[in-house]
């Protein structure tokens, strides 16, 4: 396109006002900003309480979180491209988004962040780092949400594999239980055998004065005493305790001597306090002295009362045990005596007596000598042994009552039987006997058993 024609005004007169060129249309292919279709409008806002509503919601507190993210000025529903375009209309870029100008209509300068307060970390810059000016992605976020997930449940882990469990916690709280009422038992019994070993006395009297006496015995440590030949020597604990246990007049009038007036002040205190924790200590062991021997009465007391209840007790269960056997329809007959049978009344005299004396003697008593020992030891055998045939003799003496039973039926059947055709009658009734008969053998097997 050739230059315009230069335009000269006349003499005088003035220059015409000239209409300039349309501009030529745009060649093919080429794109400028002001032919671009306006960006589509925002759609509706996603409703309240709904799924998406909820994950915008999240969106966008985790990208307000997160200094690298875009800023969150951009109204949502218009891209970045739009916002940042060329020609974009006034209303998609917010008021606030824009950077302020100085009157010159240069950007204005952005303010340096203030110092961080010392001892606290500098915070992070909000210009996003090159590369992270985008969103989050809420895969990412779900991601790192797994992670720590994970870590949680490892922590949950091991911690409760560290937790004893309740089977064990409690056998482990039944011995400690255990334990410590044995310690209290034993230091109980130490207290009445030897106070000064238990950890009461050493805890309240002896601790503190063995500190004290140490505590002093460092202040001296500079001093000196005449020794042998009138040599100097080091104030000894042996020197200290002499002073301690001397008559106090004697006491300030030596260390005036040795020390001179202001040393012998220090050393007079330092005795008064050290002499008084001794004598608690003296008034602790007679104060246990006392007690222990009263504590010791009433223990000995308790004891004889508990052991009276208890023969009491015995004594009456035995009464009632024994009365109870007696009475028994089955076992009683076997220890009653019986009128008229001396030689039963003499067996069971006999079996009483050895009982008594069974019980009454103790084998291992250290007091006898060995022949009483080997007669204890006899009576206990025998004891024993009566014991377990008792039962298999009732046993067979049942079974024996039975058998007679049997054969005395049946003997009084044969007594009252017809005899055969052709037969002799026996007189009186009675049933024939002969040597070597059934009656005869019946009653040799009775005889034996009654005489066994």
């Not at 002073?243 to 006491?251: E, G, N, S, Y």
């Amino acid at each position: 396109m050739p230059p315009p024609v230069p335009v000269s005004a006349p003499v005088g007169g003035a220059i015409p006002a000239l209409t300039p060129p349309p501009a030529p249309p745009p060649p093919p292919g080429e794109i400028r900003p002001g032919s671009l279709p306006a960006s589509k409008t925002a759609g509706a806002p996603p409703r309240p309480g709904s799924a998406k509503a909820r994950l915008m919601e999240s969106l966008d507190s985790k990208a307000a979180k997160d200094p690298a993210a875009p800023s969150a000025n951009v109204p949502r529903g218009t891209s970045e491209a739009s916002a940042e375009r060329p020609g974009a209309a006034p209303a998609e870029t917010p008021p606030e988004s824009r950077p302020e100008t100085s009157p010159e209509g240069a950007p204005a300068a952005t303010e340096a962040p203030s110092p961080a307060p010392e001892g606290q970390p500098a915070p992070e810059s909000a210009v996003p780092e090159p590369g992270k000016g985008k969103k989050v992605s809420p895969w990412k976020l779900v991601d790192d949400y797994k992670g720590k997930l994970a870590t949680a449940e490892k922590v949950i882990a091991d911690l409760k594999s560290s937790i004893v469990p309740e089977v064990e916690r409690k056998q482990l709280t039944e011995r400690v239980t255990k334990a410590e009422a044995r310690a209290a038992q034993h230091e109980e019994t130490m207290r009445m055998l030897d106070y000064e070993k238990t950890d009461e006395f050493q805890t309240k009297y002896h601790k503190p004065y063995e500190a004290a006496f140490q505590r002093q015995m460092r202040e001296f440590s500079e001093l000196v005493v005449p020794g042998e030949n009138g040599q100097s020597r080091p104030f000894t604990g042996k020197d200290f305790l002499e002073l301690v246990f001397m008559d106090r007049k004697r006491a300030d009038a030596v260390a005036k001597e040795l020390f001179g007036d202001d040393d012998a002040r220090e050393i007079m205190a330092a005795r008064r306090e050290v002499k008084g924790l001794w004598d608690e200590r003296q008034i602790g062991l007679d104060n246990e002295k006392k007690n222990g021997a009263e504590r010791l009465q009433t223990l000995q007391q308790n004891y004889r009362t508990a052991q009276e209840n208890l023969a009491k007790t015995v004594k009456e269960t035995w009464n009632t045990v024994n009365a109870a056997i007696l009475d028994d329809p089955e076992l009683g007959s076997f220890f009653k005596p019986r009128e008229g049978d001396q030689k039963w009344n003499e067996l069971l005299t006999k079996g009483t007596q050895l009982v008594d004396e069974a019980f009454n003697v103790d084998p291992r008593n250290p007091n006898l000598t060995p022949e009483q020992r080997v007669v204890a030891v006899k009576k206990h055998a025998a004891l024993r042994n009566m014991a377990r045939a008792f039962r298999p003799m009732r046993y067979e003496l049942a079974k024996v009552k039975a058998d007679l039973a049997a054969a005395l039926k049946k003997l009084d059947g044969y007594k009252s039987s017809t005899p055969p055709a052709g037969g002799s009658t026996p007189q009186s009734g009675a049933i024939p006997t002969g040597p070597g008969g059934k009656r005869d053998r019946l009653l040799s097997s009775l005889d034996k058993l009654v005489h066994h």
